[in-house]
């Protein structure tokens, strides 16, 4: 297969950098492809990791991203288990730790983020846990039995879904969020409330406007959360779960231009025209908002993927694509198109008392920005399409059942 | 190995032995076959594993239940056809040794 002398690093096997490599060979390049990793496994999806893996409806097989035979079958060299510490720009090769130099004609960064840790007093206990990695999900997995507390620092979308897995196994979960609701960062308060409800109703303790004093332990193990009012709150194990912060650091050491993320343009191409960056750890243009944004997303990372190996192949570059995102709680699913930039008014589709409803967020003259939808896929589907053609609908219309989804989106 | 055949958009045939019980979706991620995107992974949540069913299939697969989220994912996929299909719902047995799936023009 390899006729092409030359070379792809990617630097970082998750999800956007196994697929960076997969969409090269879809996409015909010839050349080597060397994907370089810091886990011991295969590329993998994380989504599960905090749903389906955590309540052990996931095998290794069925999170991979692709079987062992496609890497070797597609002639993907894989560095596993072992890292980039530097780039050498000038000479256009990679180091990894053993001192080792690995040239390349167009590198790709796929470096990911990681979890934001808490700078507090016992945050290096045992059985304090993060969820980004595999072995973080089956370290979460070993404590959460029937009967464990988990305190949850961060009311997020790995917190609440980690909370949801860990119901689902009979533990006992107590969620601690800063700010006065869950979701602060990435949902509307109508959201925050209906999902903070229904965890209530879960049996999940949600403290909100809670600030974390002190990880408290003994013999170098959690026993509960101090909150800042004094309180505590015993638990067995504590996930912290308070946002991530994008890996740049090979990037800016470089000279690359960074700017929470690596700064990226529509081709996923860096200001070295050789290096392009994809995933959670870029900066990137948001076209249908004409802003500058950092995603954490599958559905970007595949992006982005495809941007950079159509922009390496000589392709015509992708038609951009919606932003959107996806969680699964118990028996909720809820799915976001767009983001709610500018808005000004929200429109309610359905009855959120029955948990079957669409949140649209408007701007000023009407414009769609974004629509969050629970359990409701017409929704999620029209609105992306509303989303994506810029389409403006008043609240009346919106709000009108007996208009169709079809009729809106039209 | 029940074989299924892919055909891209652009006519390009692939012909792939799938293990029962995976998905149709993911014989194709698994080969590489270009042309389904399968951004969420097989939770039927995105609609970017569409594809048409052969008319010679279409009885034996069936459409999707009517106000499954199936069925309402692809009431709004890109250019669905009476023979839409997700391939991340249908699960490969023996009955499906033959099958032929065609991609549509895009996922997005």
Redesign the interface.
């Given at each position: 297969m390899v006729q092409d002398s030359r070379q792809i690093v990617i630097a970082g096997a998750g999800h956007a950098g196994g697929s960076a490599a997969?969409m090269l060979?879809?996409l015909g390049w010839q050349g080597a492809i060397v994907l370089i990793g810091e886990e011991p496994i295969l590329p993998y999806?994380r989504?599960?990791l905090s749903k389906a893996w955590l309540k052990g409806e996931a095998t290794a097989e069925s999170l991979a991203?692709?079987?062992p035979a496609?890497y070797s079958d597609?002639a993907i060299g894989l560095r596993l288990d072992t890292r980039v510490t530097c780039i050498d720009r000038p000479a256009k090769a990679v180091l990894l730790p053993n001192g080792e130099a690995v040239s390349y004609d167009y590198l790709i960064l796929a470096l990911g983020a990681r979890a934001r840790r808490l700078s507090l007093p016992g945050a290096d206990l045992g059985g304090v846990l993060e969820l980004r990695t595999a072995v973080d999900a089956d370290r979460l997995k070993a404590v959460l039995r029937p009967g464990a507390r988990l305190a949850v620092v961060g009311g997020g979308y790995i917190g609440l879904e980690a909370a949801a897995s860990a119901r689902a196994l009979g533990a006992e979960v107590v969620i601690i969020e800063r700010e006065s609701r869950v979701l602060a960062r990435v949902a509307c308060p109508i959201l925050s409330d209906f999902f903070q409800a229904f965890h209530r109703r879960q049996g999940v303790t949600i403290e909100v406007a809670a600030q974390v004093a002190a990880l408290e332990g003994l013999d170098g193990r959690i026993t509960g959360v101090r909150l800042g009012d004094g309180r505590v709150v015993p638990c067995d194990a504590a996930l912290i779960g308070v946002g991530a912060v994008a890996n740049e650091e090979l990037a800016r050491d470089a000279g690359l231009t960074c700017a929470n993320g690596i700064a990226v343009d529509l081709s996923a191409r860096t200001d070295d025209p050789a290096i392009f960056a994809i995933g959670d750890c870029t900066s990137r243009p948001l076209p249908l908002y004409g802003r500058i944004g950092r995603l954490e997303s599958?559905?970007n990372a595949?992006e982005q993927a495809k941007q950079a190996a159509a922009s390496i192949c000589g392709k015509p570059a992708?038609?951009p694509?919606v932003p959107?995102f996806?969680s699964?709680q118990y028996d909720l699913?809820l799915?976001i198109a767009g983001m709610p930039f500018d808005t000004t008014e929200i429109a309610v589709r359905g009855d959120i008392s029955t948990g079957t409803f669409a949140l649209f967020h408007l701007t000023a003259d009407g414009t769609v920005q974004a629509v969050e939808a629970v359990n409701a896929?017409?929704e999620f589907?029209?609105g992306?399409?509303i989303v994506q053609r810029r389409k403006r609908l008043t609240r009346v219309q919106i709000e009108d059942v007996s208009i169709s989804?079809?009729e809106l989106?039209a | 190995m029940p074989k299924i055949t892919y055909i891209e958009h652009n006519g390009s045939a692939h012909a792939i032995e799938v293990p029962i019980g995976k998905s149709v979706m993911q014989g194709a991620?698994?080969?590489?076959v270009?042309g389904i995107?399968a951004?969420?992974?097989g939770?039927c949540?995105?609609?970017t594993c569409h594809v048409y069913i052969d008319a010679a299939w279409l009885d034996r697969i069936g459409l999707p239940v009517p106000g499954s989220?199936e069925a309402?994912?692809l009431?709004?996929?890109a250019v669905t056809q009476p023979d839409s299909r997700l391939s991340c719902q249908i699960h490969v047995t023996d009955a499906h040794d033959g099958l032929i799936v065609r991609m549509p023009e895009g996922q997005?």
């Open positions: 997969a060979r879809q999806q989504p599960p991203l692709r079987p496609f597609a599958v559905p595949l992708p038609a694509e959107w996806w699964d699913r799915q896929a017409p589907m029209g992306r399409r989804m079809h989106a | 991620v698994d080969n590489n270009p995107d951004d969420c992974g939770e949540a995105c609609a989220q309402s994912m009431s709004f996929a997005h």
